[in-house]
């Protein structure tokens, strides 16, 4: 089984996540670990999953019963029964499962492509991600579909929502977007966050209307200061966007100790990324000594840390 064919990607959000749920743009950078699947038919009808992917602590078990749904929603969706023919799933790949990357869509993703291989189909990217859009639904009702096409096509890319197929664009970068991302160590529910978010804008729509008012303006900036490869631009959009998302009440502690120690360190901007309430922050660190530096400083407090690189 040509396991290398089934790669999709982790993904980190530059801009926009939460409010990209209501149909305003956001950017989004695929990271290049992957997660892979290969497919088994057996005799025996049922479903059976072998998970190899690398996680953080918990973050398995925490996602054990949404996996699951995300899983049969895939299959359902590309017409697959498990009632009729058993089916045996292996992740695997080098993507460390963390609250924020988008390993859930990363799973699913590379689900549909087995399906795609092992039944001999030939679906398109589209039909790929729509298939992963399915999926993500199994973790929180009403995804944007932004983790799942990071995960399908990679790169950087403009994303937004729409009421039929989403729009999006890949980025050319006149130069690398190098950074730095770290765990909290925490697993947040994106179920229960992204719902908390629709609680608040229900209560005050006002409120909520500047608020993604003010975001919109922001990441259309955000977006020229990638295309102009303005790093100290980006940067300081970063912090505000983080801003933004405290006072939607998505961020916590754990992320604003992070985001802080990594400008102390040098990092020229620095937000929590994903769902929040816990998972990821990704710092920008325009270069190698400065990636090093932050890197080293985050080391200090977070269980884990990775370096990457926008390409
Ligand atoms: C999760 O990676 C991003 C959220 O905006 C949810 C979504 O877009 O579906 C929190």
């Not at 398995?60 to 009632?83: P, W």
């Not at 937004?160 to 989403?166: D, L, S």
């Not at 966050?193 to 609680?199: A, I, K, Q, W």
Request: proline share 3%.
């Amino acid at each position: 089984f040509p396991v290398d064919q089934t790669r999709a990607f982790g993904k980190l959000i530059l801009f926009g996540e939460h409010f990209v749920v209501y149909k305003v743009p956001a950017l989004v950078g695929a990271v290049s670990a992957y997660t892979d699947c290969k497919l088994e038919y057996t005799t025996e009808p049922g479903l059976e999953v072998i998970d190899n992917r690398p996680a953080v602590p918990l973050y398995k078990e925490k996602k054990m019963d949404e996996g699951i749904e995300a899983i049969n929603l895939t299959l359902t969706h590309l017409g697959v029964d498990t009632k009729k023919s058993g089916v045996k799933l292996t992740f695997g790949g080098d993507l460390c499962c963390a609250s924020g990357i988008g390993a859930s869509a990363a799973q699913v993703v590379s689900l549909a492509r087995a399906v795609n291989i092992a039944d001999s189909r030939s679906l398109s990217e589209d039909e790929i991600n729509a298939a992963g859009y399915e999926g993500e639904k199994g973790y929180h009702g009403t995804p944007s579909g932004i983790d799942n096409t990071a995960a399908t096509f990679g790169g950087l890319l403009r994303f937004q929502r729409t009421e039929g197929a989403p729009i999006f664009d890949k980025k050319t970068l006149v130069s690398p977007i190098r950074i730095v991302y770290a765990s909290t160590g925490i697993t947040a529910s994106t179920t229960e966050v992204v719902g908390d978010v629709r609680e608040k804008k229900e209560a005050d729509e006002a409120w909520f209307a500047d608020l993604i008012g003010k975001y919109t303006k922001l990441c259309e900036e955000g977006q020229k200061a990638v295309e102009e490869g303005d790093m100290d631009k980006l940067g300081k959009l970063m912090n505000l966007n983080h801003e933004y998302l405290q006072e939607l009440t998505v961020s916590c502690k754990e992320l604003d100790d992070l985001v802080v120690a990594a400008r102390a360190a040098g990092a020229v901007g620095a937000k929590m990324s994903g769902t929040g309430r816990g998972g990821l922050m990704i710092a920008l660190t325009p270069t190698e000594e400065i990636q090093n530096e932050v890197g080293s400083a985050l080391e200090k407090l977070a269980p884990q840390v990775w370096k990457t690189t926008f390409a």
